[in-house]
């Protein structure tokens, strides 16, 4: 059995904030994305096909991929399992388990693989015996078919470096874009972004910064499927709705946010320079002997 939502009435007057024109948009937005079955960034995890291709095709290297998703631009971290397996020259569960040393080496090989070297290998080897321990080695067991979102969910969460963040995501990737069966859809989620948060904030949706607030409005903008709202929160955030200099008239909210863009969110980004991107940091890693 799971959960009704029961809401008390301040929850109730709460979750009305969400129904504005602005959240109708980003709900038709969503809903065009997963018509579409859009990847994480937009129609591409990486804009490396054979980096695509392999998380498209190898459930374990897109469980990698969402461990990868931190700190680093998406395309980066999604093309890292890809990465990781030419320095590696495997993605072998048994040998990630066991090789501890050598998948620290990989992280740390010019071009480095990830901004946070020294917690991420952590993460890739615990994933891996749990894989092995939990689930025979395949990570499509851990979403296998009519599974309810909220178990999926908690598996998820049981993996070092998955947080409520990365598990809403997940599993709305796995819905949209893999098209895996899964119910309770209205109990999916977005991920409290700095992408979505601030777009929820400008747009009108919520009235604070607030993990509730934002599941909340999610939740009364979408009742069905909170979590549609997802990617499309996170491209307008990402593509229009930036920090600086946001692109209002362009943006697919424009015509009917209040454009409130003088509101901003503090968070976790990716600071200094420029990020290498996942092609300039696959053309160097070409470059190692």
Request: charged share 20%; proline share 6%; net charge positive.
């Amino acid at each position: 059995m799971y959960p009704l939502r029961v809401l008390s009435h301040e929850r109730s007057a709460s979750l009305m904030r969400g129904v504005t024109p602005a959240g109708d948009a980003l709900r038709r937005f969503g809903e065009e994305l997963a018509r579409q079955g859009a990847a994480q960034v937009g129609g591409s995890f990486t804009g490396l096909r054979e980096a695509d291709a392999l998380i498209r095709t190898s459930p374990e290297a897109f469980l990698l991929g969402v461990l990868f998703t931190q700190g680093i631009p998406a395309e980066r971290a999604w093309a890292a399992p890809y990465l990781l397996r030419q320095r590696l020259g495997h993605l072998d569960l048994q040998k990630l388990a066991r090789d501890t040393g050598e998948v620290a080496a990989a992280f740390v090989m010019p071009p480095a693989l990830h901004r946070f070297v020294h917690t991420v290998p952590g993460w890739i080897v615990d994933a891996a015996r749990r894989l092995i321990a939990e689930y025979g080695g395949s990570a499509s067991a851990i979403w296998p078919s009519g599974s309810h979102v909220l178990d999926v969910t908690r598996r998820l969460l049981a993996f070092q470096g998955i947080g409520e963040k990365k598990a809403a995501m997940t599993v709305e990737i796995l819905m949209r874009h893999f098209g895996v069966p899964l119910t309770g859809a209205e109990f999916g989620n977005v991920a409290y972004d700095v992408h979505v948060r601030r777009v929820f904030l400008r747009a009108g949706l919520v009235a604070e910064d607030s993990a509730t607030a934002v599941r909340d409005a999610a939740q009364a903008a979408c009742p069905a499927s909170p979590g549609t709202l997802d990617l499309a929160a996170w491209l307008v955030g990402r593509q229009w709705c930036r920090p600086r200099d946001p692109r209002c008239d362009e943006c697919r909210l424009g015509a009917v946010c209040p454009r409130w863009t003088s509101l901003g969110v503090k968070g976790v980004g990716v600071a200094g320079r420029v990020p290498m991107s996942a092609p300039a940091l696959l053309e160097g890693s070409k470059e190692q002997p």
